[in-house]
């Protein structure tokens, strides 16, 4: 059986970057969304989906320290040097077996059904570092800014985590 036209000889464009502090390759289209990278090619499923738009943000993570939704961002836009960190690398950040951000995440009881808690937590840390290097600690303000939707509505305790989490690291 004769090879479909334009498939023959073609190559799936191989895309580097830095996964949880290590160097990893994904053999995709250049196009595919990094959140479907690291979920179904990666096998790296803390980052959920929620709506593909960015707006839940329950796949948020970070880029070089920064929080992002990867559900946005087509891999052809990650560069080698990149450094992607999700809730699976987090506690790595701080050599530790959890994030003293997961630690408050417990200790306050925020998850119900635990959905979109990988991204309400990087979103947290990412909040809390930026207030930091501004020169300050995390306001209500900067909480307010944290637009991750939780379906069941557990906000108040999230708050209470955050602003916990943030005492301890």
């Not at 994904?26 to 990666?42: Q, Y």
């Not at 939704?69 to 506690?91: A, F, M, Q, Y």
């Not at 997961?102 to 635990?114: F, I, P, R």
């Not at 300050?136 to 900067?142: L, P």
Request: charged share 25%.
């Amino acid at each position: 059986m004769a090879a479909p036209s334009g498939a023959q000889g073609a190559t799936v464009p191989e895309h580097t970057f830095i996964l949880n502090g290590k160097p990893v390759t994904a053999e995709v289209e250049d196009d595919v969304r990094l959140l479907w990278v690291l979920r179904d090619v990666l096998g790296v499923t803390g980052p959920k989906y929620g709506c593909g738009l960015g707006v839940c943000q329950a796949c948020t993570s970070h880029l070089n320290g920064k929080a992002f939704n990867p559900c946005s961002v087509p891999v052809k836009d990650v560069r080698p040097d990149d450094e992607v960190t999700t809730i699976e690398g987090l506690p790595a950040t701080v050599g530790k077996d959890l994030h003293p951000m997961q630690e408050a995440w417990l200790e306050y009881d925020v998850a119900q059904c635990g959905y979109c808690q990988p991204g309400q937590i990087m979103a947290a840390v990412a909040k809390v570092k930026q207030a930091r290097a501004a020169g300050r600690e995390i306001t209500e303000a900067d909480l307010d800014e944290i637009r991750n939707v939780c379906r069941c509505g557990t906000y108040h305790r999230i708050r209470e985590a955050i602003t916990d989490g943030a005492k301890r690291f």
